[in-house]
Structure formats: C-alpha cells, structure tokens
C-alpha cells in the first residue's frame, strides 16, 4: 500500500476520532447546582433523589448537584443574586421574596396540599393555633418558609410573632425539642412529625393558613436564557413525583439505596412517603400545576396582613409553562 494512502488514512482516522470526542464533549450532561431548603437527604426531598437515582435528569442531559441553604427563603434570595438558576422551597415564597425585588417565580408545584402543619402532643390542650399563645413551638429556620406560614395562621386569629415563643432550632432540633418536651407545638413537615412519633410521641396535627406545597423555584434570567435546562429539570423532578404516587413502597427502596444512612429503615421512610402523597401530593390532576387563584388568594392575606411591605404582580409569581399535561396524576 503506498505511504500516501497510509497517510490519508491515518489523517482520517484522526478527523474521526476528533470528531467522535468532540461530539462526546457535546453530549457531556450540564452540571446544575440546585439548592434545597434543608439538608438532601431528607425523604421529603424523594422525587429530586428519585429522579437522580433513575437517571431522569440524565435523560434530560443534566447532572444535578445539590446544596442546601438556609431555608426557602434563602433559596430564593441566593437564585436572586446568581449564585444558582433554580432550586427549591414552598409555593408561596416568591411572593415574600418578589415584595423585595428579587426576581425569582415558581415554576412548578409538587402537590395541592400544605407542606407544613403544626403538631402538638395530644392531651396537650392545644386545638387550635389560637390555644398557642404563650407557648413556646419550634421552626426549623426564621428564613424558611414555614415560618411565614405560621406568621401567617397566627394573623389570622389575631396573634402576632411575640405572642408565642418561636425558636428557630434547625433541621433536627426543630423535632428533637418537641420531643423531648422542651417546646409544646412544631411547625414541620410530614418527616419531622414522623420523627417524634418513632419518639414514642402521640402526635396532633393542625393545618397552617394556605401552606403550600413544595415548588421549584427559578430565577427570571434562568427562565429567560435557559428555558431548557428549567424544563429538564421540571418534567424530571415531576416523574420522580409520580414515582412516590404510583408506588410509595418501591419509591422508599430507591430512596434507600440513593441515601444508606436510611438502609433498614424503608418501612419508616415508606411511611413518611404515604403522609406526602395524602397530604401534600393529594390529588393534584396536572402534576406540577400552579393554580392562579389559590396564589392570588395567599398574595393578598400576605398583603393585607403586613407580612409582606408591598404587594408583587400577580404574573410576577409563578409561570406554568414548563408543566405539560401528559404528567397528569395517574
């Protein structure tokens, strides 16, 4: 064989494989930090660790990363400021946050139900949010949204933030205090409450004003320069959702091998699942959905009540376009 022909050849072997490492480099999944309210490995967080673990986002060409902040507050702010395009708190948070020009919105909601409930130990004489003035009850963050919920609920009957002892005592202490009867109420999620009553604690559930589901929450900007990349994680982050919906037992055996520190507790963990699909997934029919009216509703009892100083623009909220129907509740 001529040396020229050698040549040629061994010029276009190289063309190819070039051309085969730069399309690897193309194809490679783009890192995206999203920063959740509390530590990831909470169950509460199941359909983003779900979604992780079966490659959902991998589908979408995305390799996500997660942080946690300070609460969904601080989630908010820090999407505001640049540090990250989009992560996680409740459905309500951009309209704290929006009164303060930080341009952050809602991109999908996890649930029609309330995220957060108070819980007091029965026989307690606490039968309301009323009956909790003068008690001391713990949040886990004074920049969670949790506790603007629970502001709000104390609004609504009259009580202010001093009439009650409110210590913020983060992700564990906001249940262990509780527990161990240094606090007579909690303002928590569905896992702190399964939590106390492996505690041995009988435990009485009372609904926060309006509390929302969890949201996804992204930056205008990411929304703006980024829309696939919002739309990946949305549409992935939802069937990881339908995953604890359709079957919270094997839901529970993902989340276990995504997070071993939970290995042998499935049963535990399948339980804190079941309480988010009765009481925070609950019957949503387009998974994902924000309903207008039920914000509007929020936006102007956080309005009227001085919890937020000025009132955003409705539109400014929320936006549903990366919600697609063919993710409807089964």
Same mark, same amino acid.
Do not use: C
């Given at each position: 064989?001529?040396?020229?022909?050698?040549?040629?050849?061994?010029?276009?072997?190289?063309?190819?494989?070039?051309?085969?490492?730069?399309?690897?480099?193309?194809?490679?999944?783009?890192?995206?930090?999203?920063?959740?309210?509390?530590?990831?490995?909470?169950?509460?967080?199941?359909?983003?660790?779900?979604? @992780?673990?079966?490659?959902?986002? %991998?589908?979408? #060409?995305?390799?996500? $990363?997660?942080?946690? &902040?300070?609460?969904? *507050?601080?989630?908010?702010?820090?999407?505001?400021?640049?540090?990250?395009?989009?992560?996680?708190?409740?459905?309500?948070?951009?309209?704290?946050?929006?009164?303060?020009?930080?341009?952050?919105?809602?991109?999908?909601?996890?649930?029609?139900?309330?995220?957060?409930?108070?819980?007091?130990?029965?026989?307690?004489?606490?039968?309301?949010?009323?009956?909790?003035?003068?008690?001391?009850?713990?949040?886990?963050?004074?920049?969670?949204?949790?506790?603007?919920?629970?502001?709000?609920?104390?609004?609504?009957?009259?009580?202010?933030?001093?009439?009650?002892?409110?210590?913020?005592?983060?992700?564990?202490?906001?249940?262990?205090?509780?527990?161990?009867? @240094?606090?007579?109420?909690?303002? %928590?999620?569905? #896992?702190?409450?399964? $939590?106390?009553?492996? &505690?041995?604690?009988? *435990?009485?559930?009372?609904?926060?004003?309006?509390?929302?589901?969890?949201?996804?929450?992204?930056?205008?900007?990411?929304?703006?320069?980024?829309?696939?990349?919002?739309?990946?994680?949305?549409?992935?982050?939802?069937?990881?959702?339908?995953?604890?919906?359709?079957?919270?037992?094997?839901?529970?055996?993902?989340?276990?091998?995504?997070?071993?520190?939970?290995?042998?507790?499935?049963?535990?963990?399948?339980?804190?699942?079941?309480?988010?699909?009765?009481?925070?997934?609950?019957?949503?029919?387009?998974?994902?959905?924000?309903?207008?009216?039920?914000?509007?509703?929020?936006?102007?009892?956080?309005?009227?009540?001085?919890?937020?100083?000025?009132?955003?623009?409705?539109?400014?909220?929320?936006?549903?376009?990366?919600?697609?129907?063919?993710?409807? &509740?089964?």
């Amino acid at each position: 064989m001529p040396k020229s022909l050698l040549q040629r050849f061994a010029q276009a072997a190289a063309i190819a494989l070039g051309l085969s490492l730069a399309q690897g480099v193309l194809a490679a999944p783009v890192k995206v930090t999203y920063l959740l309210p509390a530590p990831p490995n909470l169950p509460a967080f199941a359909p983003w660790i779900i979604a @992780k673990e079966k490659g959902y986002y %991998a589908a979408h #060409d995305l390799e996500l $990363n997660f942080i946690a &902040a300070k609460g969904g *507050v601080d989630v908010a702010k820090q999407l505001g400021a640049g540090n990250a395009l989009i992560g996680g708190a409740m459905g309500e948070t951009s309209i704290v946050v929006r009164a303060n020009d930080i341009p952050v919105r809602a991109v999908a909601l996890l649930g029609n139900g309330g995220l957060a409930q108070v819980a007091t130990r029965r026989g307690a004489g606490i039968a309301g949010i009323a009956d909790l003035k003068g008690k001391t009850m713990t949040v886990m963050s004074y920049s969670d949204n949790i506790y603007y919920s629970l502001l709000a609920s104390l609004r609504k009957v009259g009580l202010g933030k001093n009439d009650v002892d409110i210590q913020a005592a983060g992700p564990s202490g906001v249940w262990q205090l509780f527990a161990a009867g @240094k606090a007579q109420a909690m303002a %928590a999620s569905p #896992d702190w409450v399964t $939590n106390v009553e492996n &505690a041995g604690v009988e *435990v009485r559930l009372i609904p926060l004003f309006e509390s929302m589901a969890q949201a996804i929450l992204a930056s205008d900007k990411a929304i703006r320069e980024q829309p696939e990349l919002v739309r990946g994680v949305v549409q992935a982050t939802l069937q990881g959702m339908r995953d604890v919906i359709q079957d919270p037992r094997d839901a529970a055996r993902v989340f276990v091998k995504a997070v071993p520190a939970y290995a042998g507790k499935e049963e535990a963990v399948e339980r804190v699942l079941r309480l988010y699909v009765e009481h925070v997934y609950a019957s949503q029919q387009v998974l994902g959905h924000i309903d207008p009216q039920r914000m509007e509703q929020i936006r102007q009892f956080y309005v009227s009540e001085g919890i937020v100083s000025q009132a955003p623009r409705l539109e400014d909220l929320y936006t549903n376009q990366f919600i697609d129907s063919p993710m409807a &509740a089964q």
